[in-house]
């Protein structure tokens, strides 16, 4: 990008809450059942049919707003969003709109570019998610599937404080990471769990208003964050500079040509006739219930990373590393309380222990104690660091006892002088031209000395007795 | 329950049938009564009674049409809470009665399926929208029924026709399977023969609904006893309800019921209600703007008769609104659409929502100052001529002016037959605190008892 532009981005994320059932009706959530089998004459929109509300979902839109220090408004309001299309079954969606569940909270994440970057969340609000729209599956028809529909989210309006589009991608991992932290959505943008539309302008560097913005549309998924924004800026930048001006519409971002198109006015100009719905009273929490949910929020990911650095003395960008899931910073604290020396362990989880999980589906399959324990073997020199792995992964794949698969290896150090003594006389006598150079000081040849031990035991010699072994014969 | 009492129920409603209030056919009531009344149970406290149920309320024995061909044969996979409450206390579902539709109207001429007569005149309106309601109870055709009230559908039918009519506090009743109008006014209401056949009704139907979020957390509505007196009742007579032009005969029917309020030892004293006079376009604000939203899902996708001429989705909504709702529903639609328009919704909707506030704030500073109840006229004038008022919207929203204000304030309301004019009933009104129908009723029960209903005024 020319440093003579500024990019100015602000994320709308959509959330889909993690509850067994609907926002205003009782039926199942669970995604992938056959088209139109979890619905009922609420999410329908029959007639006659009266929503009503879902607490676990109230409480976990209050858990996220917490974590992101919003306030949370001890009375808000729902409205009717009222627009017309084949899979919105009552023609309006409630959600929120002057009185929102909460505001002005803030998101902290690192951004390539300009470190650790406070980003204002505007809003969150509560609402209920529409049906699918499918386009695909017949011909010259479009099919609906209800089953999204009234399923419950929250709605994060991030303020325009994002200056890059690795910024917005930074941003949105860190806020997913968050959303995981506290389990209030399982985020998976590929099941639509997580939506995200941007709004995008560009300004000269220096200027401080903000410039017509356009909001992107259609960003399926995290690897197309970064590109339909750079697309959409880089289109901005060019129109600009080739003296036109941005016209404020919502443009739909294909990922197969990498580019953006604008959304067809019949698509939009949506005057969406907001008003109190008249079907639900005011949404009233009690400080109790307010209470009670930020009891319920565990440590969130900044501050066990900060903790981690503080407590186990790693280093910031391990700590962010061991960190970055809730189940992997809880593996590693069983790890360490399992005795396992910190830095050692945070070693082990980030290479071997995070190497295994991405093929398996993100299981941490050997266990905390085992985990620990073979550290401890590699540390009182029972094992070799490079057995270690061969054991780690026999016990992944298998289960089982470290030391008694090592023992069924046959990996476990040899420490007996008298054996070590005997592999080192064998392997000095079959190099007699070496033993002469050595000792006419090319001491770096003990390196080789030790590598031919090493391959004489097969690897059991523990490797610093068979080291003092050749310095004690080679300089008799 | 043998097959006879069922027979007998259904012989009365088809002998009713040249009312046009009775939308289910002969032949499918005939049948579901009979298996009604094999399967009542016989312990509850309406076992046996006939209660018809207004079409825009929803059932399982019949459809549910709301008196529009947007939902013709339109059969609901699910009832409402109060035709559940009903069928649960032993009352069988006398059938569906024609109404205006989306109760939209206030004489049931803007029904898709033709007008209700009236039972003493059939050249008049039995008023709306539960008119069919309302002239099936006052044919004798059955005890009681169900209406329901955005504006007044159920006490100025009550009056026209002579009957008892309640509206219930917002909230008594649950209102799942109630097909929503103006959903921030609708409640189910009752019609009975008498105080008492609609009291008993109003109790079994009222009471908690956890599916529905505006439904208060109470127990079912205790029906009063009747009174010896109305010793310790304040009851006020709102002059914003008394006016100049007011009818004559209407005048001198609820001056005689003052009396008889008196004489039972009830303290009468002249109150005043301000903002009375903004209460009929406030209304016409907010009921239209909840039911442009309401009314949105009937775009013939998903249930519902579509009419041709669709090539897409945007013109497939067009034809079926376009030919499925009658002028008035478009109308109202319009008119919905407009006031919460942006650029237009601070003048009219937020403004009527202001008004509203102030609406019920009058109430409030009347019950302040010791009043119980209050008592008006229902209507300003006896049964209208059809067609009378079918080109001019306003007029037939005029008839609407002592009853919207209830609804506006959510309080409870009836109607009681208090005189006739030139052999049309005349009603009179009362309006009492939210969630004290049981005092409401008893007053009902005691002027009752001493008003000549069908005297001429």
């Not at chain 2, 002059?239 to 008196?262: M, N, S, T």
Request: proline residues 7%.
């Amino acid at each position: 990008m020319p440093p003579a532009w500024e990019t100015i981005i602000g994320l709308e994320t959509h959330v889909q809450l993690r509850t067994k059932s609907k926002m205003f009706c009782g039926c199942s959530t669970a995604f992938g059942a056959p088209p139109n089998t979890q619905v009922c004459p609420v999410c329908l929109g029959l007639p006659g049919a009266l929503p009503a509300p879902n607490g676990a979902a109230i409480g976990l839109a209050v858990r996220g707003a917490l974590a992101l220090g919003c306030t949370v408004h001890p009375k808000s309001i729902f409205a009717r969003k009222n627009y017309f299309y084949p899979d919105l079954p009552k023609g309006y969606q409630i959600s929120q709109f002057d009185q929102p569940l909460a505001t002005s909270g803030t998101l902290s994440f690192l951004s390539p570019e300009r470190g650790i970057i406070n980003a204002g969340v505007v809003r969150l609000h509560l609402e209920e998610d529409a049906g699918k729209s499918i386009h695909d599956r017949f011909a010259k028809a479009t099919a609906v599937d209800l089953n999204r529909s009234g399923v419950p989210l929250i709605e994060i309006v991030g303020g325009p404080d994002l200056r890059s589009p690795a910024e917005a991608r930074a941003y949105l991992l860190t806020l997913k990471q968050l959303l995981e932290y506290i389990g209030i959505s399982d985020c998976d943008m590929e099941k639509g769990s997580l939506r995200v539309d941007a709004n995008v302008s560009v300004r000269r560097a220096g200027e401080t208003a903000l410039n017509t913005r356009t909001e992107v549309k259609n960003i399926n998924s995290f690897a197309f964050v970064e590109k339909a924004l750079t697309v959409e800026r880089d289109r901005q930048i060019a129109l600009v500079e080739s003296g036109g001006s941005v016209t404020q519409q919502t443009m739909l971002y294909d990922s197969r040509e990498n580019t953006v198109r604008p959304q067809r006015s019949k698509e939009e100009s949506h005057d969406y006739r907001y008003f109190p719905e008249p079907d639900l009273p005011p949404l009233v929490l009690t400080p109790e219930f307010v209470a009670e949910q930020q009891s319920e929020l565990p440590e969130l990911p900044a501050q066990k990373r900060e903790r981690f650095v503080a407590s186990y003395a790693l280093s910031r960008e391990h700590a962010a590393v061991v960190t970055n899931s809730r189940a992997v910073a809880d593996y590693y604290e069983n790890v360490v309380r399992a005795g396992a020396e910190p830095q050692a362990a945070a070693n082990w989880v980030m290479t071997e222990a995070l190497a295994d999980a991405k093929d398996y589906q993100d299981q941490l399959r050997v266990a905390p104690g085992a985990l620990a324990q073979l550290i401890a073997l590699v540390k009182g020199g029972t094992l070799s660091h490079q057995a270690a792995k061969k054991v780690f992964g026999e016990v992944a794949a298998k289960g089982g006892d470290p030391r008694t698969i090592a023992e069924s290896l046959g990996l476990i150090q040899v420490g007996d002088s008298n054996v070590v003594s005997g592999w080192v006389t064998d392997v000095l006598g079959a190099h007699a031209p070496e033993v002469g150079r050595y000792k006419n000081g090319e001491t770096k040849l003990m390196a080789f000395f030790l590598g031919q031990v090493m391959r004489a035991s097969k690897g059991k010699a523990d490797p610093k007795l068979a080291q003092r072994v050749l310095e004690e014969k080679l300089a008799s | 329950m043998s097959d006879a009492p069922a027979k007998a129920v259904a012989d009365r409603l088809v002998k009713a049938k040249r009312l046009n209030a009775l939308l289910t056919p002969p032949k499918d009531l005939r049948k579901s009564l009979s298996a009604q009344a094999a399967a009542a149970r016989p312990t509850g406290v309406l076992y046996g009674m006939p209660v018809a149920v207004k079409d825009n309320i929803c059932t399982l024995e019949f459809t549910t049409s709301c008196g529009s061909r947007i939902l013709e044969g339109y059969r609901s996979p699910y009832e409402a809470t109060a035709v559940a409450k009903l069928k649960a206390a032993g009352a069988l579902i006398a059938g569906k009665t024609n109404c205006d539709e989306f109760a939209m109207g206030s004489s049931t001429e803007h029904s898709a399926y033709g007008r209700v007569l009236h039972p003493l005149d059939k050249t008049r309106v039995p008023g709306g929208s539960s008119g069919g309601s309302a002239a099936l109870v006052a044919a004798g055709a059955v005890p009681a029924a169900l209406g329901s009230e955005t504006g007044g559908s159920v006490r100025q039918p009550a009056a026209f026709c002579g009957v008892v009519g309640i509206k219930p506090t917002y909230g008594r009743v649950s209102r799942w399977g109630l097909v929503a109008f103006g959903s921030s006014l609708d409640q189910i209401g009752v019609f009975g023969r008498s105080v008492h056949d609609a009291a008993r009704v109003l109790s079994v139907i009222s009471g908690r609904d956890p599916r529905d979020a505006t439904c208060e957390d109470r127990d079912p509505l205790r029906l009063p006893t009747v009174p010896e007196s109305l010793q310790g009742f304040v009851i006020g007579l709102p002059r914003e309800y008394f006016p100049a032009e007011l009818d004559p005969a209407v005048r001198r029917a609820c001056d005689r019921a003052v009396r008889h309020l008196k004489d039972l030892g009830a303290s009468v004293r002249e109150v005043s209600l301000p903002h009375t006079p903004y209460a009929v376009p406030t209304y016409y604000v907010i009921a239209p703007a909840e039911a442009s939203s309401n009314l949105a899902r009937y775009d013939g996708v998903r249930y519902g008769p579509r009419f041709d001429g669709h090539a897409d989705v945007r013109s497939l909504y067009r034809t079926t609104r376009g030919q499925g709702f009658g002028p008035e529903v478009r109308r109202r639609i319009l008119v919905g659409t407009y006031v919460l328009s942006s650029g237009y919704y601070d003048a009219y909707y937020r403004r009527a929502q202001q008004m509203r506030s102030l609406i019920a704030q009058d109430f409030r500073n009347v019950w302040d100052r010791g009043v119980d109840l209050l008592f008006t006229p229902t209507v300003p004038t006896p049964a209208f001529k059809a067609g009378e008022k079918l080109a001019d919207p306003i007029a037939m929203y005029m008839s609407d002016v002592f009853t919207v204000t209830a609804n506006l304030a959510g309080l409870p309301a009836m109607s009681l037959p208090i005189g006739r004019v030139k052999g049309l009933p005349i009603g009179g009104q009362l309006i009492g605190q939210a969630f004290l129908e049981d005092e409401m009723i008893e007053a009902a029960y005691a002027l009752e008892r001493v008003v000549p209903a069908t005297d001429e005024a």
